[in-house]
């Protein structure tokens, strides 16, 4: 039973025992339900009434406080008296079945029935009035309905329909605010569970986890946004177990791509690097966005773990950057203008530039990220602070101290209200921390500081992160 059908007949339920409406919504149905909170004494009983069982049915003790039961099918008792199919109801009783339940195990007949007789007195010219059991029969037959196209299989119409939406989330994956883009994803992502619920002939159950997938992926990712990385790690799991049934070895490796991501931000770089090259395993020799994304965060991770300046550690991070380069041109165009299940060009220079920046080679780096600053649009605000702070980096590498601090000051200085998510916020304490280990006592320092306290993290409201 939908939770709204369930607050319908309790309401309908107060209604007609006189009783003014009851504060019940969603939300508290769904905390009696998981068992963080219990139910009045009075709640317990309508409750009782609306899914015709008793309250050890529903996990709690004890009769129900009007003393009679509640499991005769069509029957609703209440403190008043007891009312049966076979009378006449009240003008605002309304007899609404559970969801799967056969109403007097008659397949919908007496529902029918209602119906017929309503007819024939209209017909006679009777006057009839739209009351509680007429239009219980009539919600009751809509159910039906609803029950029989779910139980069917899904149309390949609805498929198309749900892949577009699933392509369409990831175009605006880079604009629109996170929270309001998880919501939409999630939906959309909860009607392909229920889809799945049944079973589905090979090629559309192999299309439905595709999409379970991607959108799981995608939950993900806003989640790193987000900065709850145990929830983004947990929705990357259940994306790769989805990937899995599909056997795409594309796929597979774009969501482990992905999933690396949460340990270079939040955890242990060496569990991004085994990620990256488990990534780049499952891609083979596939064309796809992962070939070019793993290599690029093996790079980060190596020069996140090793630090600047080995020349054994830049020569490897270069190497995973050359084979980043080659994948990408073996991409499709489609691939390379999708920045949420694809990889872009500026994604690229901009990771270039990154661990550019964490292996020392400021001016390279530098070169890259103003490059990378070049393909971004007014509407991009999080990468192209990132880069910004990644400049900042370069600065400091190469002795300049009042610029780096200038530069970062005046990129914190333009962030708007709630465009400080946390993983921004950690770059720029970095910055901080970095400028005390090499000028400590420096001037500007003190300034720069009491900026980063008075900008504390905040949930990103508009944009996202590749």
């Known amino acids: 039973m939908a939770l709204a059908d369930v607050i319908e007949q309790i309401r309908a339920l107060f209604e007609r025992d006189g009783k003014s409406a009851p504060g019940i919504g969603e939300t508290l149905?769904?905390?009696?339900?998981?068992?963080?909170?219990?139910?009045?004494?009075?709640?317990?009983?309508?409750?009782c009434s609306a899914y015709r069982v008793e309250p050890a049915s529903l996990g709690y003790d004890g009769p129900c406080i009007c003393g009679h039961g509640h499991k005769m099918p069509g029957v609703v008792r209440g403190d008043l008296q007891e009312v049966r199919p076979d009378t006449s109801p009240g003008p605002r009783e309304l007899l609404i079945h559970p969801i799967g339940a056969d109403p007097s195990a008659d397949g919908g007949e007496e529902?029918?029935?209602?119906?017929?007789?309503?007819?024939?007195?209209?017909?006679?010219?009777?006057?009839?009035?739209?009351?509680?059991?007429?239009?219980g029969s009539v919600e009751n037959i809509r159910r039906r309905m609803d029950d029989t196209l779910v139980a069917a299989t899904v149309s390949p119409a609805m498929l198309d329909q749900w892949e577009e939406a699933t392509i369409g989330f990831g175009r605006q994956y880079m604009s629109t605010p996170p929270l309001r883009l998880l919501c939409d994803v999630l939906l959309e992502f909860s009607a392909v569970r229920k889809a799945?619920?049944?079973r589905q002939p090979v090629d559309l159950q192999e299309r439905l986890c595709r999409m379970a997938a991607q959108l799981a992926g995608l939950s993900g990712m806003i989640m790193v946004n987000l900065g709850d990385h145990r929830l983004a790690r947990s929705f990357f799991r259940t994306g790769r177990t989805a990937a899995d049934e599909t056997g795409d070895r594309a796929l597979r490796a774009w969501v482990t791509a992905r999933e690396a991501l949460v340990p270079l931000y939040y955890g242990d770089p060496r569990e991004a690097l085994n990620l990256a090259k488990k990534s780049r395993d499952l891609a083979g020799q596939t064309p796809c966005a992962a070939q070019a994304m793993a290599p690029v965060v093996e790079a980060r991770?190596?020069?996140?773990?090793?630090?600047?300046?080995?020349?054994e550690v830049v020569d490897q991070a270069k190497r995973a950057l050359s084979r980043a380069r080659a994948a990408f041109s073996q991409m499709t165009a489609s691939e390379q203008d999708d920045a949420a299940f694809g990889y872009t060009e500026r994604q690229l220079y901009f990771h270039q530039g990154d661990a550019l920046v964490k292996l020392g080679q400021a001016m390279e780096a530098d070169l890259i990220l103003e490059q990378a600053l070049?393909?971004?649009?007014?509407?991009?605000?999080?990468?192209?602070?990132?880069?910004?702070?990644?400049?900042?980096?370069?600065?400091?590498?190469?002795?300049?101290?009042?610029?780096?601090l200038e530069i970062a000051r005046r990129t914190l200085a333009s962030l708007g209200e709630g465009c400080r998510p946390d993983i921004l916020m950690q770059r720029a304490h970095e910055i901080a921390r970095e400028v005390e280990a090499k000028a400590p006592g420096h001037a500007g320092l003190k300034v720069y500081l009491d900026a980063l306290r008075?900008?504390?993290?905040?949930?990103?409201?508009?944009?996202?992160?590749s």
């Open 454 to 465: 008075s900008s504390p993290a905040e949930d990103p409201l508009v944009g996202g992160g």
């Open 374 to 404: 070049t393909k971004y649009g007014p509407g991009d605000w999080l990468d192209p602070t990132l880069i910004k702070f990644d400049r900042a980096r370069c600065r400091l590498l190469e002795g300049d101290v009042d610029e780096a």
């Open 301 to 311: 991770a190596l020069a996140m773990l090793s630090g600047a300046g080995r020349k």
């Open 29 to 47: 149905l769904s905390a009696y339900e998981s068992g963080l909170k219990r139910p009045g004494p009075e709640y317990l009983h309508y409750l």
């Open 196 to 198: 799945m619920e049944r």
């Open 111 to 135: 529902d029918e029935n209602v119906l017929r007789r309503t007819l024939l007195q209209l017909l006679a010219g009777g006057a009839v009035a739209l009351d509680g059991q007429v239009l």
